[in-house]
Structure formats: C-alpha cells, structure tokens
C-alpha cells in the first residue's frame, strides 16, 4: 500500500477563509435589522399568487388528456406549486382545454363567475382559442375569448405538456409584471 503524504495546503490568496464561500459583506441594514424583507405589498402578494395557483381544470376534449399528463410525475406541475381544484371557490386559473360547444357556454360562465378575484383564465388547444378544426360549425364557440377575458393562449392541437407548462410559466410571469405595473401607478 502506498503512504500518502501530509496534505498539501494550497493557496487560494490573501483573504480567503475556508468553509465560508461567495458572501457579500454584511450591510448597516442587516445589523439594524436581522432577517427582515423588504418589498411592495403588492410584489409580495404576487410572489404568493404565482408560486401557488390553483385550477380549475376544464377539460371539453382531446386537450383534456394534455392537460392530464401535464400534472402526472412526467411533468409534474406540483413543482410549480399548481394544485388542480374541483371547485371554483377555491380557484385562482380556469385551464379550458378542448372545443367549446354552445351548450357548454353558460356552464363555463357560471363557474367563471363563482372563481374568486384574482382570477385567470388559459385557453387551451386551438379549439378553445378560435375553433380549431370545427371553425364556423354551427354549435361551436368561435374560442373562449368570446364568453370570458382570457390571459394565456396555449397553441396546438393538441399542445403538448410541455406548452401547457409555457403557458403556466407566462402566466405567472404576467402575475409579477401586473403586480410591479400597480405598484409604479400608485
């Protein structure tokens, strides 16, 4: 067996303390007042907001299954603090996925209607954006947009997880951007 020699100590320059990293230099701010935030109320709330929507997923048709796999552990959207939600009352993203047919109209606007504010709406698949395939069919819905304000447009028929995931992404993104906009208004 070999013998190994004393460690060798190496030179990383002048200053250096081992075991205490990349750190910045400690502020006035942080011995007046350990551990404290500072932000806009409404920054905070949107931080909050974005890092756990909750949906209240519609699945019509094909995008259905999208939407599905989306949330499987493939995807998983949980990461993104998405959880899928029965009920209206307690959803913050109505996710309408799939061909909005007449009939199905009112019930969409009903449960619009029953989402507390803040609330958003992703239209998923080109059917729920502007008919898709069954564009000027007698019982289709020219898109969702024409029932309910829409802030997200998936593209696709169907869109992969993968774009729904996008969507969500842009949609949290517009959540912060709405949230600093409101803060420079006031």
């Known amino acids: 067996m070999e013998k190994r020699g004393a460690p060798v100590e190496m030179n990383f320059g002048e200053g250096y303390k081992p075991n205490q990293g990349n750190t910045p230099a400690s502020s006035v701010f942080e011995r007046a007042l ?51 939600w029965p009920s209206p009352r307690q959803a913050d993203v109505m996710i309408v996925a799939g061909t909005v047919v007449k009939k199905m109209a009112d019930p969409i606007k009903l449960l619009y209607e029953q989402m507390p ?38 593209p696709g028929c169907p869109p992969r997880p993968e774009a729904l995931m996008h969507g969500i992404l842009q949609l949290q993104e517009k959540i912060t951007k709405d949230a600093q906009q409101r803060g420079t208004a006031s």
């Open 34 to 84: 350990p551990n404290a935030l500072t932000a806009k109320s409404n920054e905070l709330f949107a931080l909050a907001r974005k890092s756990s929507l909750w949906t209240l997923s519609f699945g019509l048709a094909c995008c259905a299954i999208e939407m599905m796999s989306a949330h499987m552990s493939h995807h998983d959207l949980d990461r993104f603090g998405i959880v899928t």
């Open 117 to 154: 504010d803040p609330k958003w709406v992703i239209a998923m698949g080109s059917c729920a954006t502007n008919g898709g395939p069954y564009y000027k069919s007698y019982s289709v819905v020219m898109g969702v947009d024409h029932l309910i304000p829409v802030d997200v447009y998936v």
